[in-house]
């Protein structure tokens, strides 16, 4: 006999409802998570490998910062996300960019995707560090498609 999901689970050492919007949110970043390893898994450079996992790392310390059990530095996270952008930005973006030319990129493209759900679902999020997540997850999404189009010409 199939036993009855009780639709809770534990956050901050609560029981919880699963319908809370933060679980929505903590299910996104997950999910960009395990987009960015499989981006991480097709990539060949180990230098871009080693930029993936390093946005891997702050993805699961504002995941410890959402579940309440880690403290983190978003203005710093966001300053080094608008570096990595004047970095990558060398080349201008004529047109929209196509998913598909190779694997690494069609992943990033994918990681964006989720990226701007994450942001919107943010938007409605009630906690004091609102308008600092939403800026990091939009300066990601955007690095994330310069990224991409960096891929594209590989």
């Given at each position: 006999m199939l036993k009855k999901d009780p639709s809770f689970t534990f956050l901050k050492g609560k029981k919880q409802k699963k319908s809370k919007p933060v679980f929505g949110i903590l299910g996104d970043l997950d999910e960009l998570l395990a987009v960015l390893g499989l981006t991480k898994a097709f990539a060949i450079s180990k230098n871009f490998k080693k930029q993936i996992t390093f946005l891997q790392d702050d993805l699961v310390a504002i995941g410890g910062f959402?579940?309440?059990v880690k403290k983190i530095d978003l203005p710093e996270k966001i300053n080094?996300?608008?570096e990595k952008i004047k970095v990558t930005d060398k080349f201008s973006i004529k047109a929209f960019s196509r998913p598909g030319i190779n694997k690494t990129s069609a992943w990033l493209h994918l990681a964006r995707t989720v990226c701007r759900r994450l942001e919107r679902k943010l938007v409605s999020f009630k906690t004091s560090q609102k308008l600092l997540l939403v800026s990091y997850f939009n300066r990601l999404s955007f690095l994330l498609f310069?990224?991409?189009c960096q891929q594209e010409k590989k």
């Open positions: 959402l579940s309440g080094f996300l608008e310069l990224l991409a």
